[in-house]
């Protein structure tokens, strides 16, 4: 098993430009987020999905966008990246509300 | 918000017990305890996670105090492996589906 993979793992962009991350899994968990964490920062959560076709709003959702189509895909999306989305983020997934197994992270810098 | 208090850093000799503790005064009677860790550059990494009663596993045991208003994760023997950023969590309840990571607990083992 994979587990969580993330793509890219690094991403450079202009302000203004758009990008999505990809989050793949393998283990058939119904329960995936998106996290960014900033530097000396914990992680906050962006978006989550409790399975396919939902997406809900987290702690951050603003300039961001989600899609869940696939169970084991979980998109995240930046229409028009500004300064302020420079962060690592992550992806996990879980089967319930208590292991969630992350990522390696995709480092982006916007400038 | 339903949030955690914990300590920026501590230190450990290598092959003591840690005490890495928590303060969570505003918790529901919902509320699951989670603790996670994050090894530099990776994602974080479940840990434990109890509601009322300590719980026991193979990296670590969990205590929580008979109030619930602080808990404290409790490795057995620190290794340099367990040197990494320690995150106590509260999910359920006031968050539902969200965990807050706070900034968390650095660990430093001392060889």
């Known amino acids: 098993n994979a587990g969580v993979t993330q793509t890219p793992k690094f991403r450079v962009l202009k302000t203004g430009q758009s990008m999505t991350l990809l989050c793949a899994q393998d283990m058939n968990h119904e329960y995936m987020y998106w996290y960014r964490q900033d530097p000396g920062m914990g992680l906050r959560l962006i978006h989550y999905?409790?399975?396919?076709?939902?997406?809900a709003k987290g702690e951050v959702p603003d300039g961001y966008n989600v899609s869940r189509l696939k169970k084991q895909n979980f998109l995240l999306g930046l229409e028009s990246a500004a300064p302020s989305q420079t962060s690592v983020y992550f992806c996990a997934s879980s089967y319930d509300y208590y292991e969630q197994y992350f990522g390696p992270g995709t480092r982006l810098t916007v400038t | 918000d339903a949030k955690t208090t914990q300590p920026n850093s501590m230190e450990s000799n290598e092959e003591e017990p840690v005490h890495l503790p928590c303060n969570h005064s505003?918790?529901?009677?919902?509320?699951?305890i989670h603790w996670y860790r994050q090894l530099p550059s990776q994602g974080p990494e479940y840990v434990i996670h109890?509601?009322?009663s300590n719980v026991n596993n193979r990296m670590a045991s969990l205590a929580i105090a008979e109030d619930r208003k602080s808990s404290t994760l409790i490795l057995h023997r620190a290794t340099l492996r367990d040197a990494a950023v320690y995150y106590c969590i509260l999910r359920g309840g006031k968050t539902g589906n969200q965990f807050y990571f706070g900034t968390g607990t650095s660990l430093t083992v001392i060889p």
């Open positions: 505003t918790i529901s009677g919902t509320d699951y």
């Open positions: 999905s409790v399975g396919e076709g939902t997406t």
């Open positions: 109890g509601l009322t």
